[in-house]
């Protein structure tokens, strides 16, 4: 049964049908009793395209992230899926695998399902601007970008200042009398390239002549990433008291790497990380590290998706401040 036959049986209108079952205009009493008798008769339920055709939209949204189960990006994606699941929206997770093909494919599909607006989690989408094949396919539809930046139209972002969050790091250390410091540059996205400029700039301000030299780049971000960092710094020679680190874990692989060669954390070489995730409180000791509170950027990236989609006015970006939170691994 459709539409039509549901029409045919009410003696009514497609119209009037549709204005009973999207609750909108007026209908007149009786004729609205004959048409939900009808439906209740066959408990009649519209398909998603016969309401998205009437409402003019699907109630679609997407959200698209390299690895889902990376912690710092499933906090994000946990809130923008509540705020939509609750607005009646369906909401698709997708990975990309930092892939611009996989990207390209999900584009293409979300296009031909009629998407409403798309949320990018990371810089690492910050690519796209060379791609304007790829964003072609969702040309006027809204997409906000958690943490990253594409100064197309259509094209939103709430940004963490990474750069301000790494050199608020620095200044801590060096306040607390660690002039030794290193830096480990262990993801190669825009955001890890603001973070160590902001390391370079906390060093340049405190007149340290040698800032690049006390950067080591790791291959990934992992446990194993933070092992060969520390395995790196203490193969330069070079006096060390303090370390700053781009993610969680790898600080987490950095300080377990230091205490089997007899370091002590903190006494002997303190460590901060990025992220604040879990993992930075199940660590001995605890990790002191950066919140740049992904809830908060998840529930912005909702907030600035909606008004959007409902033809607001709002900014094109938004920043958060992050915020140092001070635990046993560099508590002086």
Known sequence: MNIYDIAAEAGTSISTV?????????????????????????????????????????????????????????????????????????????N??????????????????????????????NELIKYPEITAKI???????????????????????????????????????????????DIATDSGRAKRQGFLEAMKLRDVPDGNDRVVIVDESSLEGGRDAARKILSTGRPVNGVICGEDITAIGLMKEFKERGYRVPEDIAVIGCNNSPDSRICEPELATLDNKPELLGGMCASLLRDRMEGKESATSVAIQPELVVRGSASF
């Open 18 to 94: 549709s204005r009973v079952l999207n609750n909108k205009g007026n209908v007149n009493p009786k004729i609205r009793d004959r048409v939900e008798a009808v439906l209740k008769k066959y408990d009649y339920k519209p398909s998603a395209i016969a309401r998205g055709m009437v409402s003019k939209t699907m109630k679609n949204i997407a959200i698209l992230t390299v690895d889902v189960r990376v912690t710092h990006y499933a906090r994000m994606i946990y809130v923008i899926e509540q705020e939509f699941s609750n607005l009646g929206y369906n909401v698709s997770v997708c």
């Open 96 to 125: 990309t695998g930092g892939s611009i093909q996989e990207c390209d494919r999900y584009f293409e599909i979300l296009s031909e399902k009629q998407t409403d607006g798309i949320v990018l989690i990371g810089s690492v989408f």
């Open 139 to 185: 040309k006027d539809t809204p997409v906000v970008i958690a943490n990253g930046q594409v100064k197309l139209p259509d094209f939103y972002s709430v940004l963490v200042d990474d750069t301000k969050a790494i050199r608020m790091a620095s200044d801590y250390m060096f306040d607390h009398g660690r002039m030794d410091l290193f830096y480990v540059f």
